[in-house]
């Protein structure tokens, strides 16, 4: 009778030691509003150009916004003036230039309208500055580097604009490299000699090169010839979910030798191979080839089919990703290379997004997740943004040795 007695007790104990979910979600709110926390990589400008969009409200679509931020503790978060691959003719670069030079303007236009609420950061400094002085922060970032045609000077434009990320490719081959996702064969086996030159210009600059969306040769080429550590701004794991967006296990032991981080993605299709349902994946293509056709600035109708593809995940339950999937990412990266090259970048309002962490407000999760794992404070402090600005000052320091 003692004995069972002392059973029961003990149970009654254990439970109350073990932390539940809810637990881990308050230790990671107060947390997370401890440190610096940083998302290297949105396509929320693209909203910008929406007259109907105001960053300053909670919007019903959309990922990101200034209470998104707030509600999921997020400081900073980056903002990708992105380029859709083109025709590659004087005309279409011309064009790609003077729409992103229009999309910068848009961007610096935020901390003139919102002076309490939100700045643009150009080096590291400024985002331990914005959050000392209950500000967000905006780091402007280049995705596509097309835009500049073949015209070097034009990286120098865009850096004095603020951009400070440069990632040089998307879906489809450019004039600088080999895309990872274009069907065709490659072009130049990794980086093109103009590409080379972008590179060492990018470093010269003091930016952070970005392969995301490059091809595996384009990477191994750039961690070859660059005289900086590199990133990928938003990209995950191969061994954990193969796509060719993915990163291999030689890419990340060659990102380590070099110094560089991998952000990890939270796109859906990089994130989890989910069971083959041909159903779902028909309906699932439709709906995403109406959103690739959609053009970017029409951010009504493209939310409107995303709701549709968020929608579809009810019907079919087995297709379902969740944080605990996205965090299987980083636990390999660490496992494999070390903690000191891994963090967040998540592709949000450009397709990232999963079932339980759908847009800024629910990142908390991310870290209660890491908890529930035994990550210290420490290591959630570099994945939160740590890494990232190792490798930011390292572009500027290797860039002033340059001079
Ligand atoms: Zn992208």
């Known amino acids: 009778m003692k004995a069972k007695f002392s059973c029961m007790l003990a149970a009654v104990l254990l439970a109350g030691c073990a932390p539940s979910q809810k637990d881990y979600m308050k230790e990671a709110e107060e947390l997370q509003r401890s440190i610096l926390t940083l998302d290297t990589h949105?396509?929320?400008p693209m909203r910008l150009w929406n007259a109907n969009y105001h960053i300053d409200q909670d919007n019903p679509s959309g990922c990101i916004d200034f209470p998104k931020m707030r509600q999921?503790?997020?400081?900073?978060?980056?903002?990708?003036?992105?380029?859709?691959?083109?025709?590659?003719?004087?005309?279409?670069?011309?064009?790609a230039y003077k729409r992103g030079l229009e999309t910068f303007d848009k961007i610096l236009e935020l901390p003139?309208?919102?002076?309490?609420?939100?700045?643009?950061?150009?080096c590291p400094q400024d985002m331990y500055d914005l959050k000392a002085a209950g500000k967000l922060g905006i780091l402007p970032t280049i995705e596509n580097a097309t835009l500049i045609g073949d015209d070097l000077g034009r990286l120098k434009e865009l850096y004095d604009k603020g951009a400070r990320i440069f990632g040089l490719v998307h879906s489809y081959h450019n004039d600088i490299c080999d895309s990872s996702s274009d069907k065709k064969a490659?072009?130049?086996?990794?980086?093109?000699?103009?590409?080379?030159?972008?590179?060492?210009?990018?470093?010269?600059?003091g930016g952070v090169v970005d392969v995301s969306h490059a091809s595996d040769s384009t990477f191994f080429d750039v961690v070859k010839i660059s005289k900086a550590p590199i990133m990928a701004s938003h990209s995950s794991v191969r061994a954990v979910a193969d796509h060719n967006r993915n990163f291999s296990d030689q890419m990340l032991e060659a990102l380590k030798e070099n110094g560089g981080v991998i952000q990890i993605c939270i796109l859906p299709d990089y994130v989890k191979k989910v069971p083959d349902n041909p159903s779902y994946k028909e309906e699932y293509e439709a709906l995403r080839n109406l959103y690739r056709q959609t053009p970017g600035e029409n951010t009504a109708r493209r939310d409107s089919i995303r709701a549709e593809m968020t929608a579809l995940k009810e019907k079919y339950p087995d297709q379902k990703i969740y944080i605990r999937d996205y965090v299987d990412h980083i636990d390999y990266v660490v496992k494999k290379i070390g903690e000191?090259?891994?963090?967040?970048?998540?592709?949000?309002?450009g397709g990232g997004g999963i079932d339980d962490c759908k847009n800024a407000s629910q990142m908390i999760g991310?870290?209660?997740?890491?908890?529930?794992?035994?990550?210290?404070?420490?290591?959630?402090?570099?994945?939160?943004?740590?890494?990232?600005i190792r490798v930011f000052n390292k572009a500027i320091e290797v860039a002033q040795s340059l001079k």
């Open 42 to 44: 949105t396509d929320t």
């Open 72 to 95: 999921g503790s997020l400081d900073v978060e980056s903002f990708a003036v992105f380029t859709s691959q083109g025709g590659r003719d004087t005309a279409f670069y011309n064009k």
């Open 112 to 122: 003139v309208k919102y002076p309490d609420l939100v700045g643009i950061v150009g």
């Open 186 to 205: 490659p072009e130049h086996n990794g980086l093109s000699e103009l590409g080379e030159r972008v590179v060492l210009e990018i470093n010269r600059l």
């Open 340 to 349: 000191d090259y891994v963090g967040i970048g998540t592709d949000f309002d």
């Open 366 to 388: 991310i870290t209660a997740e890491l908890l529930k794992r035994g990550y210290t404070k420490e290591q959630i402090e570099k994945i939160w943004g740590g890494n990232f």
